[in-house]
């Protein structure tokens, strides 16, 4: 039988698998909604033009989707720069499909790719050189816009006073791989950085984040900043320029937009498994807190959040198999495991609410976290070399 002092250890020994839950539930509730936004300018002759720059390399699957959705943007200046970075498949062809007789869409073919750059940082650099607007959008080719999206980023950035701001979207997960994955490596993002208010207070650039799959800026601040030039060698170019930004004195900010952003960002296991082992250990190292210390640490350090999660439910299983074969257990034991366990449940049930996904997603989470464990281990194996639709590199 528990004693009250022992029944006061577990509960404060347990209370870490608990933490990340709360930290995200805190997070959510900090960071604003582009619901909260007006879509449209005050004035239709007032609205700054708007150039959307679409890098996109091998990506028939999607190109045609994004770019008919951005066709259908309801903001009133707005031209569309779609970059074709050497596809060896139909994505220039199936792009200019798309877009045939909307005058607002230009798709042009990236040059050679210099030495020193990553193919997507090039075609963003080159894209941005064609660009004629006051206010640049980035974004990825496995986005759908919502015909409001630019119109309430717009607003939001003003509102906010950010020199750059990005959106998070709905993370689509169609198998069941993704729906055990993603929220694994979201948990693993959120619970390193604050929600939309705490990345604009932010008092050290290593504390600052924007999503690649959607952000804006001021042609004006990205000149300033060097433009992804700067950012060329980094896996993580949106993290990097987010902090480069911030570095210049100019506030970064992030906005929750379930609503008009959506991202299927892999389609299966193996594709995640590839995709997630390209950004969690070279670009997870630049996040990292403790300078160098901590990127000399990061190898041991990744696995231990899928290890911490998977525990849990290991606990649970061998007092299962005690319990079946008739073995002597204890009260603390079983508390234990179940509270631990419980814990990690509550996290993924955070995650799916965050993404408006059902809750009973989150029972998915040992799975999630197994895999996790397997994508993080392959990652520092491979260290800083990045293999990338047939492309490789060696990130900083």
């Not at 995200?24 to 708007?50: G, K, N």
């Not at 309430?152 to 509102?159: K, L």
Request: aromatic letters at 8%; charged letters at 15%.
């Amino acid at each position: 039988m528990l004693t009250p002092l022992s029944a006061i250890a577990v509960l404060v020994g347990t209370a870490l698998w608990w933490f990340p839950g709360l930290l995200l539930l805190i997070r959510q509730r900090s960071t604003p909604s582009l619901d909260d936004f007006p879509d449209e300018p005050p004035l239709a002759e007032q609205a700054p033009r708007v150039s959307i720059v679409l890098p996109a390399r091998n990506e028939a699957a999607h190109i045609v989707a994004c770019v008919q959705s951005i066709c259908a943007s309801t903001w009133p200046n707005l031209e569309l720069i779609v970059v074709d970075d050497h596809s060896t498949d139909d994505t220039g062809a199936l792009a200019r499909d798309a877009a045939v007789g909307d005058a607002r869409v230009r798709i042009v073919s990236a040059p050679d790719l210099p030495n020193g750059w990553f193919g997507k940082q090039w075609a963003c650099e080159v894209g941005a050189s064609y660009a004629t607007g006051s206010l640049l959008l980035f974004t990825d080719a496995d986005t759908r816009h919502a015909p409001d999206l630019v119109g309430r980023t717009v607003a939001a950035r003003e509102a906010r006073g950010a020199e750059l701001m990005s959106v998070a979207g709905h993370q689509d997960a169609v198998t069941i791989w993704e729906q055990a994955v993603q929220p694994s490596v979201f948990i693993l993002i959120l619970s390193r950085y604050g929600g939309g208010r705490a990345i604009e207070q932010a008092r050290r650039a290593a504390d600052v984040i924007a999503n690649g799959q959607c952000f804006m800026m001021s042609r004006d601040g990205y000149n300033a900043v060097g433009r992804h030039e700067a950012v060329r060698r980094y896996v993580a170019e949106d993290l990097m320029m987010a902090q480069a930004v911030w570095r210049l004195g100019k506030r970064v900010s992030l906005v929750m937009g379930a609503a008009q952003l959506r991202t299927r960002m892999y389609d299966g296991l193996a594709s995640l498994m590839r995709g997630w082992g390209k950004n969690i250990y070279a670009g997870g190292r630049q996040a990292v807190l403790g300078g160098a210390i901590g990127r000399a640490l990061y190898p041991v350090l990744l696995p231990l959040l899928p290890i911490a999660m998977l525990a849990p439910f290991a606990m649970l299983a061998y007092a299962a198999v005690l319990f079946v074969g008739g073995a002597p257990m204890t009260a603390s034991w079983l508390l234990v495991s179940l509270l631990t366990a419980l814990g990690v449940l509550f996290t993924f049930a955070q995650a799916a609410r965050i993404n408006r996904d059902p809750l009973y997603r989150a029972l998915l989470a040992p799975v999630g976290a197994a895999v996790l464990l397997v994508i993080c281990l392959q990652s520092v194996w491979r260290g800083q070399r990045v293999e990338w639709k047939g492309r490789a590199y060696h990130t900083h």
